[in-house]
């Protein structure tokens, strides 16, 4: 299994498991007006015991008592010191568990940590993700991250992707860690780990490039000329694009706990969990699109557009299938050097989002209504 089939099944498995908890809740005690909180700080404070599943959103979450449930929260920051006997499902800008969850931990975050107890499985995603040497994991780890440190012990296996991978811990199973950048690992090996994530990456791309070529030719072939006249408006479009995204699950979240809140005081338990499931779903749904885009698709966009650069003559049935392959191998090229790879990519995310995007809305927009002058009569 590849890296990014990996960073792709961890996406699936958090969505699971939001529909899980969210169902979970409707046979669990108290009622859904109880269940759901939300403000700046939420805090259940030490000593204090809630006896069943709790939904919180804000801007602080901080557990220092006992939640005898599931947790599904999403926050700036989320704090578990305290704990949680079931499954938690975390979403933040920090996540930091020093307390204990009894279940499944599942979270994405731009910085985690973990120096207190995950009684089963933990799969989560972050930029920076650390596993102290207090920190341990009952079951299974996996992850996918930037820069990922394990110093605690994991009784299970571990496996998952990361750009710099380090363990001084204890893991009990197997051990199956995809890295680009291994802090110690030679030279070499990561001159020969790097050339063959670039094979992958050009399998993968140019597969998704002829699936577009065969089943959306116009869209694809005008949103690569689009790339190639119009590349800093495509580009500017791009980051409307991004905007946008988050725009949409950002509402999409605030919607689902403005109309919870309000099935909650009406105890409409039922319309709750169907609140929360579908908004969990949409929510996967747009970022999940978002992901296999900017992974695969926009490589081969552009990759068609410089195809189109180097060979501007038709060649035949075969032209387009030329020119994807020439230019996807640039693409991939160019992505895969360390550090700039990187700013190249996001350029290529942008020009490919705002140049398909372009084609869509003129393809979509109202068109003003032709109005055929009539010669006067004589």
Do not use: N
């Amino acid at each position: 299994m590849t890296h990014r089939t990996r960073r792709f099944a961890a996406l699936s498995a958090g969505a699971l498991a939001a529909i899980a908890l969210a169902v979970g809740a409707l046979g669990a005690s108290g009622g859904p007006a109880d269940k759901v909180l939300g403000g700046d700080t939420i805090t259940i404070p030490a000593g204090a015991t809630v006896a069943h599943d709790v939904y919180a959103f804000g801007g602080t979450v901080t557990i220092a008592g006992t939640i005898d449930g599931d947790l599904v929260t999403a926050a700036a920051r989320v704090v578990i010191d305290g704990t949680v006997t079931g499954d938690v499902l975390a979403a933040g800008s920090d996540v930091i568990v020093h307390g204990t969850v009894g279940g499944d931990f599942r979270a994405a975050a731009a910085r985690l940590a973990i120096t207190g107890t995950i009684g089963e499985d933990a799969a989560v995603a972050a930029t920076t993700l650390e596993v102290a040497g207090t920190g341990r994991i009952g079951q299974d780890f996996l992850f996918t991250g930037g820069q990922v440190t394990l110093d605690g012990t994991v009784a299970g296996g571990v496996a998952g992707t990361a750009t710099e991978y380090l363990r001084h811990g204890t893991v009990a199973g197997t051990e199956d860690v995809t890295v680009s950048a291994r802090v110690d690992q030679p030279a070499t090996d990561r001159t020969a780990s790097l050339a063959l994530d670039a094979f992958r990456q050009y399998v993968a791309v140019v597969l998704f490039g002829l699936v577009l070529l065969r089943f959306a030719p116009g869209l694809v072939r005008l949103s690569a000329e689009r790339v190639r006249t119009q590349p800093l408006v495509a580009s500017g479009a791009g980051v409307i694009g991004i905007l946008g995204v988050v725009g949409v699950v950002t509402a999409l979240m605030a919607m689902m706990l403005l109309v919870t809140v309000v099935f909650g005081r009406l105890d409409f338990a039922g319309l709750v969990a169907l609140d929360v499931i579908g908004t969990f779903l949409a929510a996967f749904g747009v970022v999940f699109g978002l992901v296999i885009f900017s992974a695969f698709v926009a490589d081969a966009i552009v990759g068609l557009a410089l195809g189109r650069l180097v060979s501007v003559a038709d060649a035949g049935p075969w032209a387009d299938v030329i020119r994807l392959l020439i230019g996807s191998a640039l693409v991939v090229l160019a992505t895969s050097f360390p550090g700039i790879g990187a700013i190249v990519k996001l350029l290529v995310i942008l020009v490919a989002l705002g140049a398909m995007g372009g084609v869509i809305w003129q393809r979509w927009r109202p068109r003003p209504a032709t109005v055929v002058m009539q010669p006067p009569a004589s």
